[in-house]
Nanobody
Framework: QIELVESGGASVQPGGSLTLSCAASYSIRNYPGNRICLAWFRQAPGKEREGVAE???????TYVDSVKGRFIISKDTAGHTLYLLMNNLRPEDSAVYYC?????????????????????WGPGTQVTVPQ
């Protein structure tokens, strides 16, 4: 069982920055070495949920093309908090951002996975970048 809770969502002017956090709660006994694939997804009104960034068990990170060079995914050393630093925000970044997790290595890069590849989800946090 993995519980995820996101925080840090806000309304930010275009060009601004924001950092999202995801607190992950799980038993180390069940997931030794913190071998859990972690990711950020987002969903805008009327659109499908899309993968934004992924953090694999070996530290490999992948990003969707639209955020490359602007967003950075990271994890604290204890492995229980996932971050998403978002720079140069654009109106099209507005969405509910979700933290997702699944035991073991990530199935594939973030651009090639689907929501069904992740078994655990947080409730989401709203990011708004006005026009």
């Amino acid at each position: 069982q993995i519980e995820l809770v996101e925080s840090g969502g806000a309304s930010v002017q275009p060009g601004g920055s924001l950092t999202l956090s995801c607190a992950a709660s799980y038993s180390i006994r069940n997931y030794p070495g913190n071998r859990i694939c972690l990711a950020w997804f987002r969903q805008a009104p009327g659109k499908e949920r899309e993968g934004v960034a992924e953090y694999d068990v070996d530290g490999t990170t992948t990003y969707v093309d639209s955020v490359k060079g602007r967003f950075i995914i990271s994890k604290d050393t204890a492995g229980h908090t996932l971050y998403l630093l978002m720079n140069n925000l654009r109106p099209e970044d507005s969405a509910v951002y979700y933290c997702a997790a699944d035991p073991g290595s990530c199935v594939d890069g973030i651009q090639d996975v689907s929501v069904t590849d992740f078994g655990y989800w947080g409730p989401g946090t709203q990011v708004t970048v006005p026009q």
